[in-house]
């Protein structure tokens, strides 16, 4: 049975060179062979994250009008709320049942120090991930961390309200999919819902576990690692008990390289296998994708 490891970060922000190439040697391995891992010790503080969760409660209490006033309009900016249904992950499936708001650094600066705060503090653990993964590509440990400096990153509050009504057919919270960008880091409420596709293809629970951070690598960095880390599908299915009754919240933040960045397949990723992808700049494929995304709505 597959099981997504947790790793304790402590010993690679914290230990000597044989605890960190330990630690590096745990997160090549999940990223290698299911693309998920809950993080320990992460450095985010629970306080910190419950001031997001609450604000993100806040929003998404707020009239329909008053959310619509701060509306996403278009994927250049990504920016804004995202009505229920708007989104369609899975393009073959209904839309979604959720809403969302999207925010970059200059929209959280509008916001509230708290989100400010919380978004720093995920940049930060995000680079100590990439370093990570540049020490476990044999790459020079800023690689990454140089290539993601502009911080072109989305956070993202998630609310998954109760249904009123019943789902159309195919209809989930959020249909299967995988991440665009590099990383994803999740934070998620006890609710439950979240669903991972194991390379046999098949869908296991990814619960919460408190104290940790959920992180799964996207579609960048698999092109960027020639498939040695893998983009995994993961869906939110509709509860199938009373907690259909109930809303569900999650904090996504997702890291992305810089625009210009060209992500071509990596010398120590070719190895086994010549480059499955072309070379494309980072913000051309995350343009794609979010097209896509939003085009059938």
């Known amino acids: 049975m597959v099981i997504i490891p947790v790793i304790d970060l402590t010993a690679f922000t914290n230990g000597n060179a044989t605890t960190r190439q330990a630690v590096v040697k745990q997160i090549y391995q999940a990223c290698h062979e299911i693309g ?57 499936k209904p839309g979604d049942l959720k809403e969302a708001l999207n925010v970059n650094k200059q929209v959280a600066v509008k916001i509230d120090a708290s989100i400010v705060t919380f978004y720093d503090s995920c940049t930060e653990l995000a680079n100590t991930i990439l370093q990570a993964f540049a020490l476990a590509l044999e790459l020079p440990e800023n ?12 956070l993202r509050l998630l609310h998954y309200p109760p249904l009123q009504t019943p789902p159309k057919a195919g209809q989930v919270r ?47 960095m698999q092109r960027w690692t020639n498939h040695l880390f893998c983009s995994t599908k993961h869906r939110v299915i509709i509860p199938s008990d009373n907690r259909v009754n109930q809303s ?37 494929y995350l343009l794609q994708r979010l097209q896509a995304t939003y085009g059938n709505s």
């Open 174 to 220: 959020a249909g299967e999919h995988s991440d665009y960008g590099s990383i994803t880091l999740l934070f998620q409420d006890d609710i439950g819902g979240l669903e991972v596709q194991t390379t046999s293809r098949e869908w296991i629970a990814a619960p919460a576990i408190p104290d940790t951070v959920i992180v799964n690598t996207g579609d960048l």
């Open 248 to 284: 569900r919240y999650s904090i996504a933040f997702f890291c992305h390289p810089n625009d210009h960045t060209e992500i071509a397949c990596l010398e120590s990723c070719q190895k086994e296998q010549l480059p499955i992808y072309p070379p494309i700049l980072a913000g051309e």
């Open 143 to 154: 690689y990454f961390t140089t290539r993601h400096n502009q911080q072109n990153h989305t």
């Open 36 to 92: 998920f891992m809950y993080l320990e010790n992460s450095g985010i503080s629970k306080n910190l994250v419950n001031q997001v969760f609450t604000h993100s409660k806040s929003f998404f209490n707020l009239p329909l009008e008053v959310k619509q006033k701060q509306a996403w309009s278009d994927e250049s900016s990504n920016t804004g709320y995202v009505g229920i249904e708007r989104e369609r992950l899975n393009s073959n």
